[in-house]
Nanobody, 120 residues
Framework: QVQLVESGGGLVQPEGSLRLSCAAS????????MHWYRQPPGKEREWVAS????????TYVDSVKGRFTISRDNAKNTVYLQMNSLKPEDTAVYYC?????????????WGQGTQVTVSS
């Protein structure tokens, strides 16, 4: 059974930090690219950050560059999102996503999401 379970969300003051975790099981984690998305209240889901299967390559949406860091531990089947200098506009439900591109197409898994609220 495939599972992606996010944790680490919560309420934090502006300029604070949070570290999100996403624990994977039921699939070959180390072969999948991993991604974080978020969905602010009343808005569409948006991509935040990606990391290659080896962890050697990362990319970010411009709005979080220099503040967020994506990382992974393939031995623990876990991907992380370290979020620093948080802003109210970072308030959203954060989702982790696993993607494997094969010759047949894409295999995609989603977690259930974790709420991050940035407010004083």
């Amino acid at each position: 059974q495939v599972q992606l379970v996010e944790s680490g969300g919560g309420l934090v003051q502006p300029e604070g930090s949070l570290r999100l975790s996403c624990a994977a099981s039921g699939f070959a984690f180390s072969t999948y690219g991993m991604h974080w998305y978020r969905q602010p209240p009343g808005k569409e889901r948006e991509w935040v950050a990606s990391i290659s299967n080896s962890g050697g390559s990362t990319t970010y949406v411009d709005s979080v560059k220099g503040r967020f860091t994506i990382s992974r531990d393939n031995a623990k089947n876990t991907v992380y999102l370290q979020m620093n200098s948080l802003k109210p506009e970072d308030t959203a439900v954060y989702y982790c996503n696993a993607v494997l591109i094969t010759w047949r197409g894409q295999v995609v898994y989603w977690g259930q999401g974790t709420q991050v609220t940035v407010s004083s």
